[in-house]
Structures are given as structure tokens and as C-alpha cells.
């Protein structure tokens, strides 16, 4: 339902500037290639890259504060630097810069710790593997001969050696079927518990990825995730972007888990760690200020499923439970009432969910309508509890006849 995305890596050290300059071109964990840093130049960068504010307990505790119950970290991103120490290149996190330690096993082992799901982010496309294409404007090249052999043993020591994986983020590049068909069943044999997304391609996936900050207004029938950040504009951190305030990001993201969850997806929502490590305060108030909404409506978050209707509410968003429902009231009406149809079962009750106070409500065939009157004005995003005596069912949209045929 809701899972921490981490995009921390050796570009993180250039927090989005290069020569003294912003680079406001394109996303700022892509900075070598926006910024046209020679590739010794890039890779001279590891000798300052020494993380010592990082924390993985505490990464997993603010994770859990949120509401979160997994985490996706970036084992390798585009620039072919390896956030864990592989035995396949010395381009890495333990042989090449002054911390010297396998970062990303110590956060497995954190999640381990605290019962969060570990997954990894994993970049199809490599800047510095000498056999690899070279840096393109798309990011979507084939995958040459060589390339492919060095991302299966990649992949492979990952799967081995870091403890029960709960997902692979495959990312970018252009794959053969038989590219992408050979590393989904490695995954498959060494991880057989591992879902792998939809960007490893060719219809060898597990589950759906939307395009970055990508929200769909339907229901799809497959499993499906969206990938989203604090800003549009960048998944890495960026020492100059304007945050605003934190109040108004809180209420975004909270819409936005809404809106994915509603739908039947995962929200992954990223953070941008500094190079040294620490998260960005703004960043981990956010996840903070999600995470007291969560404590309050997390139970129509988790252990629900999507809107079971056929059609959508101008006022918000549905899930639904075994006997009840729970309504997401984003645009309270004028006369302070909702209304919701094309159900059938008896209501037993009608409640906020964040109090227990219960809400008045009447009920007329097909329809039900709740006044919204006792919520709170400066409540965020309120739910409304619907509980049912024995169940509900959702009935067919009427059919209209065509009266000219008739």
C-alpha cells in the first residue's frame, strides 16, 4: 500500500550543482549526464562520497513512523556506482570512497530489524561500464552482449547475498525478450518470493509501474505501483529546490496515497538523503506529518481493497472492507452532506474514523446520505467509516433504455 523509495547515491554529493552553478536540467541523480561531467571527473567524485550521517535504524524507523512497511533503495542508478559492495567492479561504495562499509547491507539488516520488507532499485543502463552504450539523451538503449552478462551477475550477488528481497525496480534501457525473459527467471530461481516491475519489459514483470508521478483515474486489473517524489522535478537530492512549506506537501502526499490505494496500487513515495547521509529535514517532517494522519485513518489504508464501484464520487475516494467502507471526503459540499449510491445492505452506523464520533445519516432506496456537519473544518483529509450489518453489495449501474428503439 505505501513503501519508502530511496535515491541516494554518488550523485547526492553533487546535490544538484556543478562548478558552482544549479543544474536545472532534468532530474539532479542524472547530473553527470546533464551537466556533461567527463567520466573521470564523475567517478573522482567517490573519494569525497563519505556518508557518515547515515543511519539505517533510522531510516527504518521514520519509515515505520510514516506508515510505511517496505523500503526500495538504489543498489546501482544510471552513473554504474554500486551503493553495496559488488565483486564485479571496484566502481563501489566499500572499495572506492573513504566510508568503506557495504551501506546497503546494513540497511537490509535494518529492515530486517524492524519488520519492514526490503527491496532493491536496480539501473538497466550503465554510464561506466566501458562495455555498455555510451550516455544518450533517453536512457533507453539496448542492452549490448557484454552489458547484459555483467547486469545477470550483478543481479545475481544481489539476490545472494542481501537477505530476503521483496522486490527488484528494474529501470530503463531496451531489452531483447530473451534479455528480459533470462533475468526475470534469475530473479524468479534465486528469489522466488522477489516481484519484479513492469520496466524490466517484454511482459516479464509482476507487477505494473505507472511513468514517474503518474496518477491514473481507473481501477487497473493487474498489480500495479506509482513511483513518486517530494518535487516533480528530481529524485535525488537537490541542495537549491524550493520546498515551500510542509503542511501543504503533507496534504499532497496523503492525496495522492489516497488516490493510488483507492485505485489498487502501491504508493512509493522517494526521499533524496544528502551525500553525507542525513535526510533532508523537510523530507522527514513530511513523512512525519504523514505518518500522524496515518495513525489515526491507516485502517482504511491497510487491510482494505479498492473502490469496489463502478463508477467514481465527485466528493473523493472509496476503499472497502469485508463490512464496511471507508470515504475519503476531499471536496466537502456547500450544504455539508455527501451522498453515496448503488449499494445494497443495511447500514449499521456511520462514523469519522480519526474520533469514533458518529455521523448522522438517512438512507432512501439506493442511496445514502451523510451530513458532514460535526467534522472538524481544519481536519486533513477526513474519513468517514461505513459499517454494514451483514455486508454489502454493490449493485449495477441502471440501464437506460433507448426509447427510440422501443
Not at 554529493?13 to 536540467?25: H, M
Not at 573519494?47 to 519509515?63: G, H, M, Q, R, T
Request: aromatic residues 14%; glycine residues 10%.
Amino acid at each position: 500500500k505505501f513503501s519508502m523509495f530511496i535515491h541516494f547515491g554518488l550523485y547526492s554529493v553533487y546535490g544538484g550543482v556543478y562548478e558552482g552553478e544549479p543544474v536545472t536540467r532534468g532530474y539532479s541523480e542524472q547530473i553527470q549526464s546533464f551537466a556533461g561531467i567527463f567520466s573521470d571527473w564523475y567517478g573522482n567524485t567517490a573519494s569525497e562520497f563519505n556518508p557518515v550521517e547515515w543511519n539505517p535504524d533510522s531510516i527504518v524507523a521514520l519509515a515505520r513512523e510514516a506508515g510505511m512497511r517496505s523500503i526500495v533503495f538504489t543498489s546501482k542508478h544510471h552513473d554504474g556506482f554500486c551503493m553495496y559492495h559488488s565483486q564485479h567492479t571496484d566502481f563501489n561504495i566499500v572499495d572506492a570512497t573513504p566510508y568503506g562499509r557495504d551501506l546497503m547491507k546494513e540497511l537490509a539488516e535494518a529492515c530486517d530489524r524492524g519488520g519492514v520488507d526490503f527491496g532493491v532499485y536496480f539501473s538497466l543502463i550503465d554510464w561506466h561500464y566501458p562495455h555498455a552504450y555510451p550516455i544518450s539523451s533517453h536512457n533507453a538503449d539496448p542492452l549490448t552482449p557484454h552489458h547484459y552478462e555483467f547486469n545477470l551477475k550483478q543481479v545475481e550477488e544481489i539476490m545472494t547475498n542481501y537477505g530476503k528481497i521483496s522486490e527488484i525496480w528494474f529501470d530503463m534501457g531496451f531489452l531483447t525478450p530473451e534479455q528480459s525473459k533470462g533475468l526475470y527467471e534469475l530473479v524468479d530461481r534465486l528469489q522466488p518470493g522477489c516481484m519484479i516491475s513492469g520496466r524490466l519489459g517484454n511482459d516479464y514483470v509482476d507487477f505494473a509501474v505507472m511513468a514517474d508521478n503518474e496518477y491514473p483515474d481507473y481501477k487497473l486489473g493487474v498489480p500495479w505501483q506509482t513511483a513518486a517524489s517530494m518535487f516533480d522535478e528530481t529524485w535525488g537530492y537537490r541542495s537549491w529546490q524550493e520546498r515551500g512549506e510542509v503542511q501543504p506537501k503533507v496534504e499532497e502526499k496523503i492525496a495522492s496515497l489516497v488516490k493510488v490505494v483507492s485505485r489498487g496500487g502501491n504508493f512509493l513515495l522517494n526521499i533524496g538523503p544528502k551525500g553525507d547521509g542525513s535526510v533532508v529535514p523537510f523530507e522527514k517532517e513530511v513523512l512525519r506529518g504523514i505518518g500522524e494522519w496515518m495513525d489515526v485513518n491507516g485502517e482504511a489504508i491497510y487491510g482494505t481493497s479498492a473502490n469496489p464501484f463502478h463508477h467514481s464520487f465527485e466528493w473523493g475516494d472509496i476503499t472497502s472492507g469485508e463490512t464496511q467502507l471507508y470515504a475519503f471526503i476531499e471536496n466537502m459540499a456547500g450544504t455539508k452532506t455527501v451522498e453515496l449510491n448503488g449499494f445494497g445492505g443495511n447500514v449499521a452506523g456511520v462514523h469519522l474514523l480519526s474520533s469514533g464520533e458518529s455521523l448522522s445519516f438517512s438512507r432512501k432506496n439506493r442511496k445514502l446520505e451523510i451530513n458532514l456537519a460535526a467534522i472538524p473544518a481544519d481536519e486533513v483529509l477526513p474519513v468517514v467509516k461505513i459499517t454494514f450489518q451483514n455486508g454489502y453489495t454493490v449493485l449495477p449501474n441502471p440501464i437506460v433504455p433507448n426509447r427510440s428503439e422501443e
